[in-house]
Nanobody, 120 residues
Framework: QVQLVESGGGLVQAGGSLRLSCAASGRTFTYYNIGWFRQAPGKEREVVAAITWSGDSRYYADSVKGRFTISRDNAKNTVNLQMNSLKPEDTAVYYC?????????????WGQGTQVTVSS
């Protein structure tokens, strides 16, 4: 099973940008669709973006469409999430995980996540 580690979170002012990285171990990373999820205090975890194993299809939640960009580099075993025009409501712990493409449901274990805090 692939193991994923998130990094890149931090504190940023509204309108700013952050780039999250998801680093994978294991040679089978290439075969996984990967999603970025987030969980804000008191809310359920939700998928914000996902990318197929080949990188040819992407999904974005309506709340981040046009602001976030997901990409992957299978040679480096990484999936990145570029977040621009950040809003206070983007504040959450962000996680990456394998994802089922048909339902966008997570299909693997969770890492520790990376905290993103957007100040107004």
């Amino acid at each position: 099973q692939v193991q994923l580690v998130e990094s890149g979170g931090g504190l940023v002012q509204a309108g700013g940008s952050l780039r999250l990285s998801c680093a994978a171990s294991g040679r089978t990373f290439t075969y996984y669709n990967i999603g970025w999820f987030r969980q804000a205090p008191g809310k359920e975890r939700e998928v914000v973006a996902a990318i197929t194993w080949s990188g040819d299809s992407r999904y974005y939640a309506d709340s981040v469409k046009g602001r976030f960009t997901i990409s992957r580099d299978n040679a480096k075993n990484t999936v990145n999430l570029q977040m621009n025009s950040l809003k206070p409501e983007d504040t959450a712990v962000y996680y990456c995980a394998p994802v089922r493409w048909d339902t966008r449901a997570p299909a693997g274990s969770w890492g520790q996540g990376t905290q993103v805090t957007v100040s107004s």
